[in-house]
């Protein structure tokens, strides 16, 4: 089998934005090609997108096609989209190692796109719906920040976590955000102004929250010996790991612990040869800031129940124990849900190419990037090794 | 790299079905079970699913966690949808086969699935204008019917292709279907019958079209290895192709020429190390009778523009140069987006193990399974062979 290695990257703009999906996907495959200077884009053999939602906010199914045909490349090996909801970004770089690593693929674009502001805000709101299962919980109102309030509300009567430990993610996140200008929300925000944000779902105010956004990101995927030819730092795809289990809330085993993270944290790891203290910084699913907290746990950073701790002392910012969400996670970022798996893979390689802003530089040799999905029900991860 | 074969199959009833989504990938997935029989689910690691349209049609994304909750699975290696309209199910067989091949699953399950019968129908047949480019094409009318009436009426104008010729693709598959229980259509249809059917988009009829069609399909996956001991017929994967060109009708080189279904069918055969004439048997894309005609062109057993001769002599039929669409094609079976690209490799599986009426046996050791979409731009092949 192939090594696979990323050898390129991609942003655009995020936010609540005028552009069509197409102009977002055409905006972040702009900025890739403008990475990998040169690369004639018939030599991109494959394509593959994540994106979630499509068929509703954007009224567009075909989307892998329609993206390959805005980009101006005609894939000869492999052409999908894939779709796991707030993992679907993340599955499409699945999609692409695989076509790599196998030989059906030498070059290979993943695109992960989201267009979720739209004229009509409320059919956005009812499409969230259909992230979740929709029969049995959207029709009662149950979308993301209803059933991450009841998450958080358990961890905080089992543990004692605070509201000021969960708005503290939402500080940190946000101080890295203010330096990444392709953020949705590039702004620092104090303790006070997310404590006293609005309510959202208690214990959740809105600055505990990912923010609904349009999005996209890129990157480029070659196998190893093409890599070191198209750059200097190739960063290589070295654990995967992935697992689910039911996604009801009634059929879950608990609400503040996941098992199924722990296992493709522990899948990922194992084939990367890693461990979690091997890692010089990690991209985290922070869609609230409740999230990040029980991640930590998860992560094996902090015992089961210590996460508020381990925001408190400063343990997941840099200069602590594992640098976390240094381009501002989903909550300083936004969350347009196909592109947010892309996106933190963009973090990683810029990171370890030294192409972020010196206040939020870490650097480094190993990352490590974290998606969920549903209700916490479906964990991805992505663990990241820079070469040389 | 590990060889890939096919263990088990599962089909549900295709048609007009009051079952939701879930339930359809229900009964489809209890078959399968039923064919391997004995095999634990907690063995099952991963889950693949191909739909095109949930969000409209069902009002759901995160597909592919609840169907692993409906048939009772918990992936813990790979998980995911895959879109690409007409392709969607093919796309979910090339991702497990290479999450298969990298060993990175040991079992994988993959399901097609389309629920396209609505309350509503005026939503069904709105959302098909999503499978093409909907902002360019799909605004103007344009959905699938009238572009390949477009497509026939220049093969019609090109090459004095017939209405009659045409016809007769619809009388040998329906033919065919007339023998399958799970097909949406299993009634014969005279050639009177489908040429004074009711217009839908001049030239074509209804009887040239495939039907709106709820319906799901399954196989399961594993490596050489383990092949063996699941079944005494593997049928293994042995080539893969796929190429696409740009969407928009005015960026296609020709109506009537589908290069990139050449490239794709090349590909495939080369990487199967098999050459067309060694196929025993084939399932082509005939979404209308004018493409099965088009793809006999374009896999090579008919010379350009004599597509509507090949049928014509029924060197499409049992007995002559390759038997196509055994199970009843797109037309007798109907069309149910997702489903039909694993139907195809169920029908090819089912074939060589004996399982398919004596009406419509035929056997072998060699198939080829092709879909196309959009605007025939996409086209996906998957070659299979016999094992023992």
Redesign the interface.
């Known amino acids: 089998?192939r090594k696979v290695a990323v050898v390129g990257t991609g942003l655009g703009k995020w936010g609540v934005r005028s552009a069509?999906l197409?102009e977002l996907a055409q905006e972040a495959g702009k900025a890739l090609f403008d990475d990998v200077e040169g690369l004639p884009r018939e030599e991109v053999d494959s394509l593959l997108v994540g994106c979630?939602?499509?068929?509703?906010l954007a009224?567009?199914?075909?989307?892998?096609?329609?993206v390959?045909?805005q980009l101006g490349i005609?894939?000869?090996?492999?052409?999908?989209?894939?779709?796991?909801?707030c993992?679907?970004g993340q599955?499409a770089l699945?999609?692409a190692y695989?076509?790599i690593?196998?030989?059906?693929s030498d070059i290979a674009l993943v695109m992960g796109l989201e267009k979720m502001n739209t004229p009509d805000m409320s059919e956005t709101q009812t499409?969230m719906?259909?992230?979740?299962?929709?029969?049995w919980e959207g029709v009662n109102g149950m979308t993301a920040p209803p059933y991450f309030a009841m998450v958080a509300q358990r961890h905080m009567h089992e543990y004692g976590t605070t509201q000021e430990q969960m708005a503290m993610v939402s500080v940190k996140n946000h101080r890295f955000s203010a330096t990444n200008p392709y953020a949705h929300f590039p702004k620092e925000v104090s303790m006070n102004r997310v404590l006293n944000s609005p309510s959202i779902s208690p214990p959740l105010n809105l600055l505990d929250c990912s923010g609904i956004t349009d999005g996209a990101a890129a990157v480029l995927l070659t196998h190893g010996d093409a890599a070191k030819e198209m750059t200097d730092t190739p960063v290589f795809i070295e654990g995967?790991g992935?697992?689910?289990?039911?996604?009801?809330t009634a059929?879950l085993p608990s609400l503040t612990s996941w098992p199924?993270m722990r296992?493709a944290v522990r899948?990922a790891l194992k084939m990367a040869g890693a461990t979690i203290h091997d890692m010089d910084l990690a991209e985290l699913h922070d869609c609230f800031t409740i999230s990040e907290i029980i991640e930590y746990e998860e992560l094996g950073l902090a015992e089961k129940g210590k996460g508020g701790r381990f925001i408190e002392e400063g343990q997941s910012d840099i200069g602590g124990k594992l640098p976390i969400n240094t381009r501002g996670g989903l909550l300083g970022c936004g969350h347009p849900l196909g592109a947010t798996g892309v996106a933190q893979v963009v973090e990683v390689v810029q990171q370890f190419k030294a192409q972020v802003p010196s206040q939020r530089y870490v650097g480094g040799e190993w990352g490590l990037c974290h998606n969920l999905?549903?209700n916490a029900?479906?964990h991805g991860v992505v663990v990241l090794r820079r070469g040389s």
């Open positions: 089998m069509t197409k979630a939602l499509a068929e509703r009224f567009q199914s075909y989307v892998a096609p329609l390959a045909e005609n894939p000869t090996r492999m052409l999908a989209r894939t779709e796991l909801a993992v679907s599955s699945k999609m695989m076509a690593a196998t030989g059906l499409s719906a259909c992230v979740l299962d929709r029969e995967l992935q697992a689910a289990t039911g996604n009801l059929n199924t296992r899948d999905s549903g029900n479906n």
